[in-house]
């Protein structure tokens, strides 16, 4: 492409229409005194970029720390500062929150669950949710159902090994963690992994086209003209989000008939989620699908695409691999393995704690691909952030997980290498860092609420595959890299081949 092609491209001359608008409002509305993040572009580079966004934002982040990307309507700013970081999630909560504007572009896949909410609906969701994932019922019964599916999973592995064929490993664990949240969500199996219900594919799939449509309106400027048209990606939306509403409807229905019918007897006594909330919160069945779906998409993609992207990095330095697997057998006190349902059910919670190297190799993994890449923010009101930076009333303030872990202001020169080490003390002994730093799951009053079952189950899965098997990329030589979504999943997949160990 000659050096002038760009000026032929549709883009150009929008983005020069938006830039000499926002420059002309600025100019107008400017007030005296206060100095603002640099602009490094507008939202039409984001557009032009969007098959490479985080390294374009990446790229951008290491220039400026934070900086600003023009809208129509409003500046984005974007943060790799941890002060900035800890301002916006802690110090100035209250300013910072989902907003209208993240409200409007999420509420269609996640109507009004803790995701989309501030304030007092969120709250009380908090509250709620926090007092649940925090008992004993649910965590027990959330690791029984882990280790079932560690076995399970371990089973399918062991299938391909035997056979001496490739796995595609992210697709088998996107099912693997639906499988795992769905049964701790609505105390129902859906056994996507073995494939026997239809219907947990089609969930599935309408999940994965509404996520990227989604996302797809942080972008698309026309998004909503597109909505009242019901046309392209929001004809699409519209269907794929139909489909999930269905679904999750219609468990809720036949919950609460069962629960009617049961009065007191046995259904009164189930662990999941939805049983939980249904004698909490009474039976509005509205208000139920959003809590639980919002759970079963937090508990769904996250997991499955960092144990992806751990699989990635174990293939990538076998040494940490097996050193990783070193650490299970020891923990595990395993001598040899007669049944995977036997080695599951050996990953206790005290071999767990133990650990720490493993610990320390997926934490590695979520800092260079952290499951959520970039996070989005709407100010409250005028303010002005720690680096003497101001924003806006209406802004958009993001923090960038991605970016951030690919700083050597933050993490030194060896910024972009996976080294598990650099969680561990002298003693070999797992140590946070501040999470303003790492913030792959959020900080502050919103911090992720499912942080530790997360590492559970990721920890379970990956203690029993790293036990019974070795593994390798089925193709050394090609480009890893990540599909741009809300979250972080490998584009087309991971094909993996696994050896018995
Ligand atoms: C590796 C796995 C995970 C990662 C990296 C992760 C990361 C995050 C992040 C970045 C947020 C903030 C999102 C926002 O701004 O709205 C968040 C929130 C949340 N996460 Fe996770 N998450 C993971 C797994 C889970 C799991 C398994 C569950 C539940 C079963 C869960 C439940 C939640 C909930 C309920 C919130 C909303 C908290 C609130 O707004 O108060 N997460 N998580």
């Keep these: 492409m000659s050096s002038m ?50 390294h374009y934002m990446t790229h951008l982040a290491a220039k400026h720390r934070t900086y600003r990307l023009l809208n129509l309507f409003r500046y984005e700013v ?25 409200y409007q572009n999420l509420k269609d896949l996640l109507g009004d669950g803790i995701f989309t909410v501030d304030g007092e609906k969120w709250r009380e969701q908090r509250k709620i949710s926090s007092h649940e994932f925090s008992t004993k019922m649910l ?12 076995a399970k999973l371990a089973d399918i592995v062991s299938e391909s090994a035997t056979s001496n064929s490739s796995l595609e490993i992210q697709d088998l664990f996107m099912r693997s963690t639906l499988d795992s949240i769905f049964q701790v969500a609505f105390g129902t199996e859906l056994d996507s992994m073995c494939g026997s219900s239809q219907e947990g594919k089609i969930f599935a799939d309408a999940f994965d086209a509404s996520s990227a449509l989604t996302l797809y309106r942080y972008v698309d400027v026309f998004w909503k003209i597109k909505k009242f048209l019901n046309i392209r990606s929001e004809a699409k939306l519209r269907k ?22 049961s009065r007191g007897g046995s259904d009164s006594k189930r662990e999941d989620i939805l049983s939980r909330f249904l004698q909490v919160k009474g039976y ?41 697997a070193e650490e299970v057998k020891e923990a595990t006190n395993t001598k040899s393995i007669s ?3 036997e080695f599951a059910s050996s990953v206790t919670d005290e071999a767990l704690e133990k650990m720490n190297y493993l610990h320390a190799a997926i934490t590695e993994t979520l800092r260079l691909y952290p499951a959520v890449p970039v996070d989005a923010k709407i100010c409250f009101s005028d303010d002005t952030l720690p680096d003497g930076y101001s924003v806006n009333k209406g802004d958009m303030v993001s923090y960038q997980p991605y970016a951030m872990g690919r700083m050597k202001f933050i993490w030194g020169d060896d910024a972009e290498d996976f080294r598990p080490e650099r969680w ?34 990721m920890k379970i899965f990956s203690a029993v595959l790293l036990g019974c098997f070795r593994f390798r990329l089925n193709d050394e030589k090609r480009n890893v890299t990540y599909k741009t979504m809300i979250n972080l999943h490998i584009d087309g997949g991971l094909e993996i081949k696994a050896l018995h160990r």
Excluded at 247 to 261: A, E, G, H, Y
């Design 284 to 324: 509005d069945s509205t208000y139920l699908r959003d809590i639980i779906l919002n759970f079963v998409i937090a508990g769904k993609d996250t997991t499955a695409a960092t144990l992806s992207w751990f699989m990635y990095m174990l293939c990538k330095y076998p040494a940490v691999q097996e050193k990783a």
């Design 139 to 150: 965590r027990d019964f959330s690791v029984s159902v882990f280790r079932k599916n560690a």
């Design 5 to 54: 092609a760009f000026l032929s491209h549709p883009y150009f001359f929008a983005a020069l229409t938006l830039l000499v608008v926002q420059f002309l409002f600025r100019k107008l509305s400017k007030r005296d005194g206060k100095r603002y993040h640099p602009v490094a572009g507008t939202v039409f580079n984001q557009m032009i970029n969007f098959h490479r966004l985080h």
């Design 339 to 341: 049944s995977y349902t």
């Design 78 to 102: 974007y943060t790799a500062e941890p002060s900035n970081v800890e301002y916006i999630l802690k110090t100035n909560f209250e300013n910072y929150g989902k907003g209208l504007y993240n």
């Design 424 to 457: 561990l003390d002298e003693n070999g002994i797992f140590k946070q860092e501040s999470p303003f730093k790492f913030t792959a799951f959020q900080a502050g009053p919103r911090i992720c609420l499912g942080k530790e079952f997360a590492y559970r189950q």
């Design 240 to 261: 794929t989000t139909k489909v999930l509403d269905e679904f999750v409807l219609n468990l809720i229905k036949n919950r609460i008939q069962q629960m009617q019918i």
